[in-house]
């Protein structure tokens, strides 16, 4: 099936320096959705995008969707020691009932 | 109330033990999910249910039954497990499988021995 890849596998940045993650599919996707999930706990959902270009900003992180709707990003600008966990990009399909696949995922280690 | 709760935490158990895992949920969400995790590995979708009915089985053994009860409930039969089955179990609801936003339950992190 289908698979989302996610680049980088893993990510060490120092306290402060930015972090950026890229999820990329070989088939349109019909939204693109983030999680992130800490150390030994669960997948929390941090946001989803439909449009093709969307943008959007939670404080310090910026989600974009590319114009292809086959790519998009996660940019987290001055890292901080509680970002640090694992981003999973998911595609949500709904056809017929709800199902999320989720990204290979980057995980993302800060140095203090 | 946007806890989704899930017991045990962590399970040992051996291939001949039957076991259940719980989830519960106080949201009013009409869809359950369960998910399993391996270690360094994305969730992967187990089952879907959508108003106490099973709508997807992603070709899990059957050594894994799923049952809901009722639409707070679902709990996952455990049954003749390798050791291979060892994972995180999560558990994940949301308002119907038609709403976008999953809450994940904290898992419970099973050992088969």
């Known amino acids: 099936g289908q698979q989302v890849m996610q680049i980088p596998q893993y990510q060490h940045v120092q306290e402060g320096e930015d972090f950026t993650t890229y999820c990329n599919s070989s088939t349109t996707l019909s939204n693109i959705q983030w999680y992130k999930q800490r150390p030994g706990g669960h997948p929390v959902f941090l946001i989803q995008?439909?449009?093709?270009?969307e943008v959007k900003k939670q404080k310090r992180l910026t989600f974009q969707f590319g114009e292809a709707k086959k790519n998009s990003s996660l940019h987290i600008t001055a890292t901080q020691t509680t970002d640090v966990g694992t981003y999973f990009c998911?595609?949500?399909?709904?056809?017929?009932?709800?199902?999320?696949?989720f990204g290979t995922g980057t995980k993302l280690q800060v140095i203090p | 109330d946007t806890e989704v709760t899930q017991t045990p935490k962590h399970l040992v158990m051996g291939m001949t033990n039957k076991k259940s895992l719980k989830c519960e949920q106080h949201?009013?969400?009409?869809?359950m999910y369960w998910y399993k995790q391996k270690a360094k590995k994305p969730p992967e979708l187990m089952f879907v249910y959508s108003y106490e009915k099973l709508s997807i089985n992603e070709s899990v053994p059957s050594r894994f039954s799923p049952e809901c009860p009722n639409s707070s409930l679902l709990n996952l039969h455990l049954h003749a497990l390798q050791p291979e089955d060892s994972a995180l179990y999560l558990c994940?609801?949301?308002?119907?499988?038609?709403?976008?936003?999953?809450?994940f339950g904290p898992g419970t992190r099973l050992t088969v021995t």
């Open positions: 994940a609801s949301s308002q119907s499988d038609r709403s976008y936003e999953q809450y």
């Open positions: 949201m009013g969400h009409r869809a």
């Open positions: 998911a595609e949500l399909t709904l056809g017929g009932y709800q199902k999320v696949t």
């Open positions: 995008l439909v449009k093709s270009g």
